[in-house]
């Protein structure tokens, strides 16, 4: 008895996600309902140079009908784009990181972007992160948030 008490308080409880808080990019794109980048659920998140990074970005209506669509990152230092390369296999959002494409206006859809080694030069530094998605010019979605990278 006491064992089914003890897997009915656990098992939810590991079910649960914490979201990382985050604000909408400038302009009209549209955010997800939740955001999460994994051990970050505060700002500023903390990155290490070198380690993995999974971000997660669910509940995401699309306001284009499309077959690509486009990751891209950009880092910056105070008000300067450090220009975070990335690479093409991450930039092609339906090929690594969304389940659903096509996608249809209208449509909710979620993006998960998994890297195995975050590639940005700097130590002890905070920066802003945006992450987001676009059709050509079009805003699909688009998050940013405070970190530091050590």
Excluded: H, W
């Excluded at 509940?59 to 230092?77: D, K, P, R």
């Amino acid at each position: 008895m006491l064992k089914f008490i003890l897997a009915a308080v656990v098992i939810p409880v590991l079910s649960v996600t914490s979201s990382t808080p985050f604000r909408s990019c400038p302009g009209s794109a549209p955010v997800p309902q939740e955001f999460n980048i994994q051990g970050c659920t505060a700002l500023p998140c903390t990155l290490y140079r070198g380690q993995p990074l999974t971000a997660e970005a669910r509940g995401i209506v699309s306001q284009v009908s499309t077959n690509s669509v486009e990751a891209y990152i950009n880092v910056f230092l105070q008000e300067i784009d450090l220009e975070y390369p990335i690479t093409p296999e991450f930039a092609d959002a339906c090929a690594r990181g969304i389940r659903s494409c096509p996608l249809v206006a209208g449509q909710r859809f979620d993006y998960v972007f998994e890297k195995t080694s975050l590639d940005i030069q700097l130590n002890g530094i905070a920066v802003l992160i945006r992450v987001g998605l676009r059709y050509q010019a079009m805003p699909v979605a688009c998050v940013e948030f405070d970190a530091i990278i050590f």
